[in-house]
């Protein structure tokens, strides 16, 4: 079965400021792994995907992950913030040829100016 | 190309009442998917839809169907309404029945039970 857990239901950080997402991950095959933003009254957006490929992904809006095996990890990170960042951050995981996502409790990013 | 639009984006409803939730996959998409998100949550899965079929169900009881129809669009059906289905449901299309190629999610209906 596969699970994952974000750690800190809030992050809140300065604009210009160094953004880092917890992710970790539990499954019991080789998974992808995928972060999705959600901003205020919207649907999911696609930030990225890891799929067995290289293990560090980039992705859109600056945001990259990089995908640790030994740790289970994968971190969602970004140099410097800016305050359009500011939303609902979920980390999932699925399994090649599976059907579903299977989601975290949600990090909510805060941006200060 | 179109994306995936969900209706209504906003309903109430009385507990006890029956709901049909709709969405139009993208183009060239041949599944969708379902996910119920409650307040401060993340997404549940609910089920998929692939090519007219169920290809898979979360834990979710039988009183939430679904229907996928020929052009892949899709149907969310939940009887006998309880006030702890008040969420966003979310729609995803896809293509292949898999999660090797990106989900792109709709807007939401956001579904209040009274």
């Known amino acids: 079965a596969q699970s994952v857990t974000q750690l800190g239901s809030h992050v809140s950080v300065s604009e210009g400021a160094l953004v880092l997402l917890r992710c970790n991950y539990s499954?019991?095959?080789?998974?992808?792994l995928f972060w999705y933003v959600q901003y205020p009254n919207q649907g999911l957006q696609l930030l990225l995907k890891y799929t067995s490929a290289a293990t560090l992904v980039k992705g859109i809006n600056g945001f990259e992950a990089e995908f640790k095996k030994s740790e289970t990890s994968f971190h969602l990170t970004k140099p410097s913030a800016h305050m359009s960042d500011a939303a609902e951050y979920f980390c999932a995981v699925s399994v090649p040829q599976g059907g579903k996502l299977i989601f975290g409790q949600g990090t909510e990013l805060s941006v200060k100016p | 190309e179109t994306g995936v639009t969900q209706s209504p984006t906003h309903l109430i409803k009385t507990r006890g009442q029956q709901v049909t939730l709709r969405c139009s996959s993208q183009?060239?998409?041949?599944?969708v998917s379902w996910y119920q998100q409650a307040l401060g949550q993340g997404p549940q899965f609910i089920f998929q839809y692939y090519r007219e079929e169920e290809n898979g169900r979360g834990n979710f009881p039988p009183r939430f169907s679904g229907l996928q129809f020929p052009n892949y669009s899709s149907e969310l059906n939940v009887n006998a309404l309880e006030l702890d289905d008040s969420a966003l449901y979310l729609c995803a299309s896809s293509s292949g029945g898999q999660l090797n190629t990106e989900a792109f999610f709709g807007q939401g209906t956001r579904l209040t039970v009274v």
């Open positions: 499954s019991s095959v080789p998974p992808y």
């Open positions: 183009s060239g998409h041949n599944t």
